[in-house]
């Protein structure tokens, strides 16, 4: 192993007969502060139902307006352009701030990002049902609701990254990480579920108003009990750090110029893509290709009531194949997703390489939902059809401990920024294959081309991952200077 490195160890014996005893204290000092700021064992396992919950929440408040949009649709007036428009201009704002959010965690600290993203969405959520018998110009006020949504959502997971980074234990990361794929499916899980419900009690403002609700009970949790009187002084001392670079556009450049950052950004962008495209259009594949499973609940949605909890004797099967599609997909990832971040630790821990668990991974994500998808590209049974979602989603929701968890290995320091960057750059492919999708539906009156568009995504970002994809560091002086040699 040795031999590898030959002119890396070389420069290293020679700097150390230079220096001797000041390198070594030179370490030491640069090791204390990132050690007094990581979490203990303890700390990480109470921000573990946190962040979990907090994921949950994101995701519920920001499918508030998707689920009630048939009732406001109709009490309102709107057309299906103005409906894409309101619920659209959310994933412009959306994308406004991913890199604003991460840069301002890397400087601030997540946790109080994280806080003041959640106090500031749950206003917006509570007030929209207000803001909407505003005025008569509901439309657009709507739209501005759901652009100053995302502006304020859109920091929440590049704090996350950036949190992670900074505080958590090495044997922690990769678990705490997928808590933010688990969170975020319960959170799609119980949006459809409960506001369904809730649309038929209560009608469309109650589900606002519960999700502000419980969006600033967690914040004020997240305030009284984790920030409240607490100072971190971290972040004076990471701008101290001789290793570390100040953040600025040109130390963004040069990580950009690194092979192994834009293949972790090329598969993440694959992975958000082929997964906004799978949650967008599972529902009408599903309506337009077993339209017996879906008929007794599109009546029941027309109508704005949820199925019925009893549905007729010849309908059971109806609804039991609808609720087959619509929960056990999100229900199977949650736990998955948690699965996947305890091996990824379990695997670092038991000697594997960080770069290989990743890549690992990664090939679960990509590699094994695509071998899922491909057998859609033909008529099969219903079963059939559920199974393969089911597992396709199961699957993708590894890509938390790769691609996505990658940034934490290479570049700790600006996990935040440049996880915005790559999070920017995925709901954007994500956009683009939404749209793609539909073009190529409505060209070719056939769901092949689709499934087969996504094993080649998948394909094109796993193979550039599993190439290029590195697990070190990248932001340190010290590896850019050796990567001269």
């Not at 109709?74 to 994308?95: C, P, Q, R, V």
């Not at 606002?208 to 984790?226: E, H, N, R």
């Not at 906004?276 to 009408?284: E, F, Q």
């Not at 990509?366 to 491909?374: E, H, K, P, R």
Request: hydrophobic share 45%; aromatic share 12%.
């Amino acid at each position: 192993m040795a031999n590898k490195h030959t002119s890396g160890n070389a420069r290293n014996d020679f700097t150390a007969s230079l220096l001797g005893r000041n390198v070594c204290a030179a370490k030491k000092a640069s090791k204390e502060p990132q050690d007094k700021n990581l979490w203990t064992r303890a700390e990480a396992r109470k921000w573990m139902p946190v962040l979990f919950v907090g994921a949950c929440l994101v995701y519920c408040a920001r499918m508030a307006m998707p689920v009630c949009a048939v009732e406001m649709a109709a009490e309102f007036h709107w057309n299906k352009i103005d409906t894409g428009l309101a619920l659209g201009g959310f994933f412009w704002g959306y994308s406004c701030t991913q890199i604003l959010g991460g840069h301002a965690s890397d400087k601030i600290g997540g946790e109080r990002v994280l806080f003041l993203s959640a106090a500031s969405w749950s206003v917006v959520t509570a007030a929209t049902p207000a803001l909407a018998h505003l005025g008569s110009h509901t439309l657009a006020l709507m739209t501005m609701a759901r652009v100053l949504m995302g502006i304020l959502q859109g920091v929440f997971f590049p704090s996350l990254a950036s949190l992670i980074a900074q505080r958590a234990p090495e044997g922690e990361k990769s678990f705490l990480y997928s808590i933010n794929q688990s969170g975020t499916s319960l959170g799609i899980l119980l949006a459809g579920l409960l506001g369904s419900a809730m649309l038929d009690r209560s009608g469309w403002e109650g589900v606002f108003y519960a999700t502000g609700f419980l969006s600033a009970l967690w914040a004020l949790v997240v305030w009284q009990c984790f920030l409240k009187g607490k100072v971190h002084p971290k972040h004076k001392e990471r701008r101290k750090d001789s290793q570390s670079k100040s953040f600025s556009c040109s130390n963004l450049l040069s990580l950009l110029r690194k092979p192994c950052v834009w293949a972790m950004i090329l598969a993440h962008m694959c992975t958000c893509g082929t997964s906004y495209t799978l949650l967008s259009w599972m529902p009408t594949y599903f309506s337009e290709e077993y339209p017996h499973a879906t008929v007794l609940v599109a009546s029941c949605q027309v109508r704005g009531h949820p199925p019925p909890m009893t549905p007729p004797r010849h309908a059971g099967h109806l609804c039991f194949q609808t609720w087959v599609y619509n929960v056990v997909p999100w229900a199977a990832a949650i736990p998955a997703a948690l699965c996947g971040g305890y091996l990824s630790d379990w695997l670092i821990s038991q000697g594997y390489s960080v770069a290989f668990v990743r890549k690992s991974m990664q090939f679960m994500a990509m590699g094994v939902s695509s071998a899922f998808v491909l057998p859609l590209s033909v008529k099969v049974s219903f079963p059939v059809a559920a199974v393969c979602i089911s597992a396709t989603m199961v699957a993708l929701s590894f890509a938390s401990c790769g691609s996505s968890m990658n940034v934490q290995d290479l570049t700790p320091s600006r996990a935040g920024a440049l996880y915005g960057f790559m999070n920017m750059l995925g709901a954007f492919s994500g956009v683009l294959m939404v749209s793609l999708s539909g073009y190529m539906i409505e060209v070719t009156q056939s769901w092949a081309s689709v499934f087969s568009l996504i094993a080649f995504v998948h394909c094109v970002g796993l193979s550039a991952f599993l190439y290029f994809g590195d697990a070190r560091r990248v932001d340190l002086k010290e590896s850019q200077s050796f990567t001269l040699v």
